[in-house]
T-cell receptor
Framework: AQSVSQHNHHVILSEAASLELGCNYS??????LFWYVQYPGQHLQLLLK??????LVKGIKGFEAEFIKSKFSFNLRKPSVQWSDTAEYFC????????FGTGTKLQVIP | EADIYQTPRYLVIGTGKKITLECSQT?????MYWYQQDPGMELHLIHY???????EKGDLSSESTVSRIRTEHFPLTLESARPSHTSQYLC??????????????FGPGTRLTVL
C-alpha cells in the first residue's frame, strides 16, 4: 500500500536552531509532494509543494524542502526556527488523492 | 472571504444517534474530501467527490455516507453513531480543472465523541 513515513514524531528545538524533518514515500511514479502545517488552534494549511522542476522548493515563512527521487524523500528544512514555528507538520503525497504521514509535532523553546 | 466551514466544531452524542457533519466551501471548488484523524495518527481519506452527484469511498473503510447535491456543500452522515466513531473529521476542498491533485484547503474540523 502507498504510504508516507515521517520519522520524527516530536521534535523540541531552541530558537535559532536549524530544523530538518524527514519524510519518505513509498511510490516511485509521478507524485505530487506537499508539506502542510497546523498551528495551534488553526486550520491545516499548505506550507509548500513540489510537482516537477527544481527539486529544491521554497515555501512560506522561510521553509524549504528538497525532493530526492533516488531516496524517495522530501525533507523539510529551515535554517533558523522561531517560537512561532511551533506547530504540527504533515508530509503528504499523491496524484489524484493524497496520502498523509502521521505528523511531527515541533516545539520551539524561546 | 473564500473559506471552508465545518459545523459543529464539537459534538458529544450518545450511541445509536444519527448525526450529520456539515461542510461548506465558498471557493467554487469541484473537488471535496473528508478525512478522519485520530490523535498522533495520519489523516485517513474516507470519502471524496469530484463534483455534484459524484461521491467515492476513500482508502479507509467508514460506515459514514456522504452526498453532493450542491457544489459548495458536502455533508457526512452517520446513521447510528458508535463509540468507535469517536474521532476528528476534517473536510477539505481543492482547485478544480486538474486531473492531479493540487493544494487542499481544510476546514477547522469537527471533533466527535460518541458515548
Amino acid at each position: 500500500a502507498q504510504s508516507v513515513s515521517q520519522h520524527n514524531h516530536h521534535v523540541i528545538l531552541s530558537e535559532a536552531a536549524s530544523l530538518e524533518l524527514g519524510c519518505n514515500y513509498s511510490y516511485g511514479g509521478t507524485v505530487n509532494l506537499f508539506w502542510y502545517v497546523q498551528y495551534p488552534g488553526q486550520h491545516l494549511q499548505l506550507l509548500l509543494k513540489y510537482f516537477s522542476g527544481d527539486p529544491l522548493v521554497k515555501g512560506i515563512k522561510g521553509f524549504e524542502a528538497e525532493f530526492i527521487k533516488s531516496k524517495f524523500s522530501f525533507n523539510l528544512r529551515k535554517p533558523s526556527v522561531q517560537w512561532s514555528d511551533t506547530a504540527e507538520y504533515f508530509c503528504a503525497w499523491g496524484y489524484q488523492k493524497v496520502t498523509f504521514g502521521t505528523g511531527t509535532k515541533l516545539q520551539v523553546i524561546p | 472571504e473564500a473559506d471552508i466551514y465545518q459545523t459543529p466544531r464539537y459534538l458529544v452524542i450518545g450511541t445509536g444517534k444519527k448525526i450529520t457533519l456539515e461542510c461548506s466551501q465558498t471557493m467554487g471548488h469541484d473537488k471535496m474530501y473528508w478525512y478522519q484523524q485520530d490523535p498522533g495518527m495520519e489523516l485517513h481519506l474516507i470519502h471524496y467527490s469530484y463534483g455534484v452527484n459524484s461521491t467515492e469511498k476513500g482508502d479507509l473503510s467508514s460506515e459514514s455516507t456522504v452526498s453532493r447535491i450542491r457544489t459548495e456543500h458536502f455533508p457526512l452522515t452517520l446513521e447510528s453513531a458508535r463509540p468507535s466513531h469517536t474521532s476528528q473529521y476534517l473536510c477539505a476542498s481543492s482547485v478544480s480543472g486538474t486531473v492531479r491533485i493540487n493544494e487542499q484547503f481544510f476546514g477547522p474540523g469537527t471533533r466527535l465523541t460518541v458515548l
